[in-house]
Structure formats: C-alpha cells, structure tokens
C-alpha cells in the first residue's frame, strides 16, 4: 500500500512508519514536531518521505494529497496530551477537529478510499462503569476529549455521505519503545522509568489506586495494519477500543518498576478507571493483544 502517517516522527507514528517500511509499503511521514512531551522526532527511515506541513492548514493538506497518491491515511497527528489542552482548548480545536477534517476533505477529494482516525478512550469519561464498551454515550471531561470524540464524529460522516472506508479506533494507555518522556504530563510509564533511571522519586499522583488499560505500542501497530487491509465492509464508520482488557494501577506500576516513591497532588478532569472491552475488535479485526505488560516492564527496567 501507499500510505501518509501523520504524527509520524511521534511516539505511535514513528512505530507505524517503520513497520510498514520494513514491510515493503510506500510511506509518507507528516508531523511539525510540536509535540511537547517527546524529547526526539524520529525520522529514522532513509526511504520514507518527510513532511514538516501542518494539518490545519487545508492548503498544504491539498496540495500534499495532490502530489501524492495514497491508498490509506493513518491520522496519528494531535494535541494528544489532557492537560495541556486545559490550558489552550483553542489550540486543541485547530489542531484534533479542524486538522482532521481538512484530512478527510483533502482525502475525499484526492479519491483517497481509506482513513484509519486514532482516537482516546478518554471519551467514556467517568459516567461510564468499566469495561469500557464502543456503544457507551460519551463523557468528555476536557478539551481533548472533546475535540477527539468530535473528530470521531466527522470520520462516521464522511463514511455515511461521501463513502469514504473511515475505521476509528479508542486508543486505552499505550506505552512502549519511543514513548514521550519529558515534562510531567507525559505517559506515567515513560515517566517512571525515567524518573527511575535518573535516580529520582517516582512521582504518583494522588492516591495511586486510578487503575489504567496499559496497551502495547506493538499492539496498537497491528490494530492499524489489520484496518488498512480488512475486506469487511461492516468495519467502516465504526469504533474499536484498543485496549488488552486487563488493568494496573499506577501504585502496582510503580512496585513494579521499584524505587522510591512520592506522591503529588491530584488532576483534575482524568477517570479513575480504564478498562476495555475489546471484544469488538476481536471480532471484526481478529486482533489480539500479544505484549504482556508486566514481562515488557521487567524487561525494561533500569
């Protein structure tokens, strides 16, 4: 296939593109690199076209999809991070609602036939009694939440009126290899292992007992590649959780990695609780998680 990742110097982008490079697809990689939280982009394929343009500008997003010729759009691209969407929700509406419709505009008009949306689990919010299922109503806390739950909202859209191939996924807690580790809103295992590996306090927030659906960067690789090839038609316009179905809390995450611990002041806006249930995506995808949290974690720890 010929595929654009946006995000793709990112934390999950970066994991797709080389995965389908290595695997003998045409990529094209689009990310400005203003995500906060990563230390480093990683442009690290010689054979994968960059591109630094920015989503919300529906111009470049023409004409790249004018120059271009894909077959499947991979939208990894966002003001991904809760709390800093608390302090600008302006930045956060340009960049997860409108960025994605100038994709879906700039794909429908280029024929462009299928678009796979990363979406947040944070969409269940805290009305919703885990496990999490796709047909729960939405409990948006925050101007993340908001925003991608919206563009969720378009992805069905443009597959009901314009019959574009939209699969959407609710990504639970990724974590992996190129994880963001810096500032203290970056993914708590990423932070942990550095704060381990630097010799300093893990810091908890709160009590430590919110429990969360730790997923695989591997895995949610796979759940990509397995929309972008699917032959069935019931798939389209839907939502899938990526999630492993199991659940740890930061407090078990922290004893797990071992070390001293402290602990800081609660978040506002954030669910106690994430737990998938990912029997639809079994179903439809015949995906399955593969990577076991706690083997990843002995296996990485400083």
């Known amino acids: 296939m010929r595929a654009l ?4 110097a990112g934390f999950i982008g970066s994991n797709l593109v080389d995965y389908l490079y290595d695997n003998g697809h045409d990529v094209v990689a689009l990310d400005n690199e203003s995500a906060e939280s990563n230390e480093k982009f990683y442009w690290k394929k010689r054979g994968v076209k960059n591109q630094g343009d ?34 600008n929700p302006v930045k956060a509406c340009k960049t997860n609602f409108l960025g994605t419709c100038n994709l879906l ?23 919703n009694e885990p496990p999490l299922t ?24 443009y597959h009901s009126l314009f ?68 032959t069935d038609k019931e798939l389209f316009g839907e939502i899938l959780n990526v999630g492993t179905g199991r659940n740890h809390s930061v407090k078990e995450l922290a004893d797990l990695i071992g070390g001293e611990q402290k602990h800081i002041d609660s978040r506002p806006a954030e669910a106690a609780v994430t737990l998938a249930d990912n029997s639809k995506i079994k179903r439809l995808l015949g995906w399955e998680p593969e990577v076991v949290f706690e083997d990843w974690i002995a296996n990485n720890n400083v």
Request: hydrophobic share 35%.
């Open 163 to 230: 019959g574009m191939e939209t699969v959407i996924f609710r990504y639970f807690n990724v974590y992996g290899e190129r994880q963001p580790l810096r500032g203290q809103y970056a993914p708590v295992v990423g932070i942990f292992l550095r704060q381990k590996g630097d010799g300093e306090p893990m810091t908890i927030v709160g009590d430590g007992l919110q429990r969360r659906d730790f997923t695989h960067v591997k895995d949610v690789v796979k759940a990509n590649i397995l929309a972008a090839t699917s």
């Open 5 to 8: 990742v946006t995000g793709g």
């Open 54 to 87: 920015d989503i919300t500008n529906l111009d470049c997003m023409k004409s790249l999809f004018n120059r271009e010729s894909f077959d499947v759009v991979f939208h990894l691209a966002a003001e991904s991070r809760i709390q800093p969407t608390l302090e």
């Open 134 to 157: 796709e047909d729960m109503p939405n409990d948006c806390l925050n101007p993340y939440s908001v925003t991608k739950v919206a563009a969720e909202d378009l992805c069905k859209m």
């Open 105 to 127: 505009q700039a794909a429908r008009e280029a024929g462009t036939k299928r678009f796979v949306y990363s979406s947040t689990s944070s969409a269940y919010g805290l009305k």
